[in-house]
């Protein structure tokens, strides 16, 4: 099972180390056996000691160079950071991001062997125009992915849910991740409004294999027990 968290552009550097000594304290005492990953903002990048691994929001695709704004593989050695998450909606509809730019990002982390959390992800829209439109859209995030790389990590995120208390279905969320799963024999993760109180839930539904958590990953506390919720159940 895999819990992660990803604080998007939320907590300083002091607050993100008050709470990976609290996160992994806790790993260690409860001798969690889940992997979890952190994602802080890249000013809070640091490396943290025992426990939960950290890795990078967002990375571009080169090791240093005149790319105002941007982070290389440079400055992510310097903290000994081999995971990034690539293809996140915000990133996508937010940012602007073309696949053929995320494809990009892919392939060159991919060379280098990170462990790469890949984000996918509908709009409200293409959910209700139904299943079909659904997949044929998910394909189009699909395109230059290697969906059999060694360390892959794929979390389906539907766009419509994250941050607004709305949740797929079980039977949807099994629904798209059996069709997923066709498609891929790495870890699936669902993320979007997972909280403590439907965690048990989410990670019991067929070939979920863990969560990206958002809004609710930011208390140290409510992470620690979505951690333990996800133990207990694997």
């Known amino acids: 099972m895999i819990v992660a968290a990803n604080f998007k552009t939320n907590k300083t550097r002091g607050q993100t ?19 979890v990953m952190v994602f802080p903002p890249l000013t809070a990048l640091d490396s943290f000691g025992q426990g939960a ?4 929001q967002n990375a571009y695709y080169v090791e240093n160079g005149a790319f105002t704004g941007e982070v290389g593989t440079e400055q992510l050695k310097e903290f000994g950071i ?11 509809h937010v940012l602007g991001e073309s696949q053929e730019e995320i494809a990009k990002k892919f392939n060159y982390f991919q060379s280098l062997n990170y462990t790469i959390v890949y984000c996918i992800g509908e709009k409200l829209e293409t959910r ?3 299943e079909e439109a659904l997949m044929a859209y998910i394909e189009t995030q699909l395109v230059g992915i290697d969906l059999e790389y060694k360390n892959l990590v794929i979390a389906y995120e539907p766009v419509w849910a994250i941050g607004t208390g709305l ?4 039977e949807d969320i099994e629904n ?11 870890p699936l993760l669902y993320g979007g409004s ?7 839930e989410i990670v019991s539904v ?13 208390y140290a506390d409510s992470f620690c027990k979505m951690i333990k919720i996800a133990e207990e159940v694997k």
């Open 17 to 35: 180390r008050d709470y990976m000594d609290e996160v992994n304290t806790f790993i260690r005492s409860e001798n969690i056996q889940s992997e």
């Open 53 to 56: 691994v950290v890795g990078a």
């Open 82 to 92: 081999k995971t990034v998450l690539i293809g996140h909606s915000e990133r996508r």
């Open 128 to 130: 209700e125009a139904g």
């Open 167 to 170: 949740v797929p279905s079980k």
């Open 176 to 186: 798209i991740h059996a069709e997923l799963r066709v498609k891929t024999s790495k």
């Open 194 to 200: 997972v909280k403590v109180s439907n965690m048990e």
């Open 206 to 218: 067929n070939n979920v294999d863990g969560v990206l958590v958002g809004g609710a990953s930011l």
